[in-house]
């Protein structure tokens, strides 16, 4: 069987390493990118079964990769976990903002968890969000 595919985006090397570990460890294929725009280019290179996403980057931050991927017909359905040190409600009421000014509304993220993320729960929502995609 053929292990799934989690793309995790985020610019601190920390970070990347401990989810990238703990994703291997528990049976999925891990693959790691630092910014937006690698995470866009590598999201189309392999088409992950999930993509955990840091909100506050460098550069193509989340927020954009997030707005590219919800529009892109190829990726749109791939589940998304946005994780950040920014709070939840901050993040709802940017993205309610953003919408306002665009034509098609970007969903919120399937999942929004505020750093630093507890391992056993971002395991049961991978995994959760996974069987969700396939059914």
């Not at 919800?70 to 589940?79: E, S």
């Amino acid at each position: 069987m053929e292990k799934k595919k989690i793309l995790i985006v985020d610019d601190e090397m920390d970070m990347r390493i401990f989810i990238s570990t703990l994703m291997e460890t528990s049976g999925y294929k891990a693959f790691a990118t630092r910014d937006g725009k690698d995470g866009i280019r590598k999201a189309g290179d392999i088409l992950p079964d999930l993509i955990i996403l840091d909100v506050m980057m460098p550069g193509e931050g989340g927020v954009q990769m997030y707005r590219h991927l919800k529009t892109d017909n190829a990726l749109k359905n791939i589940p998304v976990i946005m994780l950040s040190a920014v709070t939840e409600k901050a993040f709802n009421h940017y993205l309610k903002m953003l919408n306002t000014q665009l034509d098609n509304s970007i969903p919120y993220p399937d999942v929004y968890m505020e750093k630093p993320p507890e391992a056993e729960e971002l395991l049961r929502i991978t995994g959760k969000l996974i069987l969700q995609k396939e059914v």
